[in-house]
């Protein structure tokens, strides 16, 4: 509210107010005079706090001691916010709040050039001060780590290898999916700046658009290509597995076509590399190998279809071959992407990428085309893959005319027998003959019309043969079927028994049950996606917000109005102050944004081999008998989500777990030792400071030979490799050569077997100790980066395995129930460090994928099956300090690492029979307290009144399977052992602490102060 106070003039005041004093000072005013506020005030004592008469138009406010005081118009805006940040005047109308500040709308400007902001306009922030687009870019921007351009708008923010690295969306997802990055000089960024620092601030958005607007297409066309690729070979798997053979066939030939438009956008690429740098794209072996897991699918639907095998199920071949399908596909996407960007940036091939990505937008515009068209009615006896001249199979490039092919050599005139390889466009046919003639010998009935076909093609072709073979074999199969078979067939489905062979009019069920699978499986798909934007999004751009402030002016009171007596004086007017906030213009600019939803439903290549290990987990038989097993198994807890603490009693109680099992091989003080060091005591502290030490000097710098800890601390990465749904920290080595061989060649044979060049490899570890992410090994051959990761481990201070665990490990296999050796494995990781525990799960995840590529067909694949694979890495990562040859026990070592490969899948979630403990909330009150004599009593109690409910349920005394068992003893001189198993049925999973007698060598006394171990929760 503003006051306009009454000024009275000298003679009014001399003639009418004799006998006025001042509210303010209390002398009698002589002289000019204001009337305001209840009173009548000098007209130098009517002030402002800051000094400055108001009589003129001031605003009251109340005091602490209840009176109102004038405030002039700066002032009390100051006191409501409402002053600009730039020139300190008060805010009238609209203004701008930004960075919690306000602005006159023409005062919000840049910090370093008079550019005014609109209302629709983003600014950027740095230090406190305002940015244009412009100056912020060329000052201030991060760079992407991936195209090393300005981020301005959404980025990810990664921290690796101790250093915050800031990626564009679409950088990132390029990057994580097929390990490529769009940067034109990668290690130029002073010339990127020098680059900006001369262009114009339109010239440099415009460029900034555009370079946006590629990589969103980059990373829109290929994430499609890919997720509809992924969806075909999703359901050949489900098809197939299920029985319905015909539906599998039409996924696979849709699958095709998506090879033939990727083949054909590679050709392309092919074509412009030859002519512009004389050498073509790598890619011959890669896309050879993905057609023979086309044929060999092929193959084994034939061969079940022969043998009338009802349902086929997951087998271990299914799964290598849909692996390998998206594997080799995955790869030949990374090539392509590659070979075009080579061309952008090394020959200045402007159109490169829009021309390969607008031959995979083809697909989508043939995708509702390949839904209706789902038949091939060419005959395979007319469409032959032979050579027309020698009868040989054409594998490799080669001409063409008409349904006639040619090998490059044997195309010949008959005439003369010239080679036409060179005159191949001149040369001519004769269809009656079904001869082919050079220029000289040409007659009337032949024509032109050859044709050369490239490598690329030919694969399509021969892929597109053998379907049509495939088809036909599936036809006669079904035309053979007798009226009576089919209403067999019929009825066995109605009665949900063993279903018949799948006609190509069938749908596709599931038989164990008459739901679709499509849809039974679509959470599953979901939970298992792998690859995903599963990290945290920031905006670099922001926007102010506008505001108006409305200043309305209210009548005046009746007590307010002046006498007649006071017709000098003019009366207070009264002002109220609104603010009212505009409609904010954000939403609009953020239209654009990109959003990556983790939950989508669409599935990537990299989704394909989890979803078939799913599948074919769900085929094996489980045991109806046991219904805990199966509840259990529902929710998984995974170690590598368990907290410190959590993991610290979970090794407790694993040693508990396996102390019966293991009495005859060690104590459980022993046992117990393996969780950490002992506490220590005065004799441990006088005989340690008296005996010499003769440690190995431990390198700190560098990669290789530095202890797992400080490489996680110093150059540590959250990966994505898990097993479980979040991110486990291991060194980003372990992550960057995983992600770089995921993009290779893995059939090679021998990876992992042999050492690769000895001289590339010491080369190649210099570098990486010297800066880890200058090196990129994606550039190496996948037996050289498999080599340099065996050498990686090998140096390892303390193995991955622990010598400290080393001969538990070796005696877990000396175990003769193999139940029994599987739980002390499974404990036994339990006992593992957790760095050494996460690095080993990310490592074998990678080796048991490594091993799919083992076998593709009879000629080709790695050898490097899973106990192969065991074989070569055990010596790296599981052996003992002892070099005493008469204790060698590297065969029970290689057999302990080939069951942790073999049953890993188990091994990365908490027992079952450990799992319940950890919900008991006793042992988290007190976590810096917490000793192994508290986690002891705590589990007898826990175990005690799950058995006491179950009693009170009805469900006796007994304990089911994978329960604790605990019995008390009277006496407290006795000590207490685990058993595994019980009276009754000695069931492994089954753990059972109860009295021992005195002589047990391997026990812990009751009596709290003489337990001799004493462990703390860190």
């Known amino acids: 509210m503003a006051d306009r106070s009454e000024v009275v003039p000298e003679e009014a005041n001399t003639t009418k107010q004799n006998f006025t004093t001042c509210a303010k000072c209390g002398l009698l005013i002589v002289g000019q005079f204001v009337r305001a506020l209840g009173g009548t005030y000098h007209l130098d004592c009517f002030k402002c706090q800051c000094g400055t008469i108001v009589a003129a138009k001031f605003f009251p406010i109340e005091g602490p001691d209840g009176k109102q005081y004038p405030l002039c118009e700066r002032d009390y805006f100051r006191r409501l916010n409402l002053i600009c940040e730039k020139c300190g005047g008060a805010l009238r109308g609209s203004y701008i709040t930004a960075l919690d500040k306000k602005y006159h709308i023409e005062h919000f400007t840049c910090s370093a050039c008079p550019t005014v902001f609109g209302p629709q306009d983003s600014y950027y922030e740095h230090d406190g001060q305002v940015y244009c687009h412009y100056h912020y870019s060329t000052r201030f921007a991060v760079k992407c780590a991936g195209c090393q351009t300005a981020i301005l708008k959404q980025f990810v923010e990664i921290n690796r290898n101790s250093i915050d690295e800031h990626w564009h969306p679409e950088c990132y997802m390029i990057h994580k999916f097929w390990n490529v990055k769009l940067s034109n000089h990668p290690d130029d960024k002073q010339g990127l700046e020098n680059e900006q620092e001369a262009t114009s601030p339109e010239e440099l958005k415009n460029k900034q658009k555009a370079k946006e607007e590629k990589v969103y297409n980059i990373w829109t066309v290929l994430s499609t290509f890919e997720e509809m690729s992924a969806a075909c070979i999703s359901d050949m798997l489900l098809h197939v597995s299920n029985g319905s053979y015909f539906d599998g066939v039409r996924m696979a030939e849709k699958f095709i076509s998506h090879v033939e438009i990727l083949f054909s956008a590679i050709d392309d690429l092919e074509k412009q590399l030859v002519q512009t740098s004389g050498q073509g794209l790598q890619h011959n072996r890669e896309a050879k190998m993905l057609c023979k897991k086309i044929v060999n699918f092929f193959s084994l639907l034939s061969h079940s279809k022969e043998t009338d095998v009802r349902q086929m199920g997951i087998t271990q071949e299914l799964l290598s071959l849909v692996t390998g399908l998206a594997h080799y596909l995955k790869v030949l996407i990374r090539i392509a992407l590659t070979g075009a960007l080579k061309l952008e940036r090394d020959f200045d091939h402007t159109r490169a990428i829009g021309q390969f990505l607008g031959k995979l937008v083809e697909l989508t515009k043939k995708g509702s085309q390949l839904d209706k068209d789902t038949n091939i009615d060419s005959d395979s006896e007319v469409t032959s893959d032979l050579c027309h001249a020698c009868r040989i199979t054409v594998e490799e490039e080669c001409y063409k005319y008409g349904q006639y092919r040619w090998h490059i050599g044997c195309l010949r005139c008959s005439g003369c027998s010239r080679e036409l390889r060179t005159i191949y466009k001149d040369a001519s046919f004769n269809q009656i003959t079904e001869m082919a003639f050079c220029p000289n010998d040409t007659n009337e009935q032949s024509a032109l019309g050859f044709q050369y076909v490239t490598q690329l093609e030919q694969y399509t072709y021969l892929l597109r043969v053998a379907l049509s073979r495939l088809y036909n074999l599936l036809r006669r199969k079904d035309e053979g079927q007798s009226q009576s078979d089919i209403e067999v067939e019929r009825g066995r489905k109605e009665q949900k028994s063993e279903p018949g062979l799948i006609r190509k009019d069938s749908r596709s069920k599931s038989y164990s049950s008459g739901d679709s699978y499509e849809a039974r499986n679509r959470t599953d798909i979901k939970r298992m996606k792998s690859v995903h934007m599963d990290t945290k999004l920031s905006n670099s751009a922001r926007f102010a917000t506008r505001s108006r402030i409305i200043e309305q002016e209210s009548e005046p009171t009746t007590s307010s109005v002046p006498n007649e007596k006071d017709k000098l004086a003019r009366a207070p007017s009264q002002h109220h102050v609104r603010i009212v906030q505009d409609q904010a213009y954000e939403s609009q600019s953020q239209e654009n944004m990109i959003k990556f939803d983790s939950q989508n439903e669409a599935i990537t290549l990299a989704d394909i081999s989890a979803i ?106 959250d990966s994505v490799l898990s097993a479980g749904p979040g991110r486990i920290r291991i060194p980003s080595f372990v992550d960057d050569s995983i992600s770089a061989m995921k993009t290779m060649d893995m059939s090679v044979e021998g990876i992992f077997r042999k050492n690769g060049n000895i001289r590339r490899l010491k080369d190649l570890s210099e570098a990486i100790d010297k800066n880890p992410s200058a090196v990129n090994l994606s550039e190496d051959n996948p037996v050289q980066v498999a080599a340099l990761m065996k050498k990686f481990l090998r140096d390892l201070p303390d193995p991955l395995l622990t010598f400290k665990l080393h001969r538990l490990f070796i005696t877990s296999q000396k175990l003769v129930n193999e139940a029994d050796r599987k739980k002390i494995l499974h404990l036994t990781c339990c006992l593992l460090p957790k760095i050494n525990r996460d690095t080993m799960e990310v490592l074998f995840i990678f080796f048991k994928w490594v091993a799919s590529f083992s076998h593709v067909d009879e000629e080709t694949g790695s050898k490097m099956d899973l106990h192969n694979l065991a074989t070569v890495i055990t010596p790296n990562i599981l052996y003992s300090k002892s070099k005493d040859p008469t204790k060698d026990d590297s065969f029970l070592a290689i057999e302990a690492v080939h069951s942790l490969l073999n049953y890993q899948d188990d091994f990365w979630v908490v027992p079952e029979d450990l799992a319940a403990i950890l919900h008991d909330q006793d042992l988290f009150s007190n976590p810096e307290g917490l000793t192994t004599k508290d986690i002891l009593r705590r589990c007898e109690k826990f175990v005690s009144s799950k058995k006491d409910n179950s009693n009170n349920n009805g469900e006796g005394p007994s304990s089911g399977n994978g329960e604790v068992q605990v019995v008390r003893h009277n006496n407290p001189q006795h000590q207490t052992y685990i058993e595994q198993g019980n009276s009754e049925n000695q069931n492994p999973n089954s753990t059972n602490i109860y009295p021992a007698s005195s002589s047990s060598s391997s026990s812990i006394v009751n009596n709290e102060n003489s337990i001799p171990v004493e462990q703390r929760a860190s």
Request: with cysteine; charged share 30%.
């Open 612 to 717: 078939a290990a799913a599948e074919m987990e769900k085929n094996v038989p489980e045991d109806k008998s046991n219904k805990t097993s199966r509840r259990k198994s529902r929710s998984k807890c995974y170690l590598s989500e368990l907290s410190a603490l959590e993991y610290f009693i979970v090794k407790h109680v694993a040693v508990l777990a396996m102390e019966q099992l293991l009495k005859e091989h060690f104590t459980l003080e022993e046992l117990l030792d393996l969780i950490g060091s002992k506490k220590a005591t005065l004799w441990t502290k006088f005989v340690t400071s008296i005996k010499p030490t003769e440690k190995k000097p431990i390198k700190k710098k560098g990669t290789f030979g530095v202890p797992l800890e400080v490489l996680v601390e110093r150059y540590g990465i």
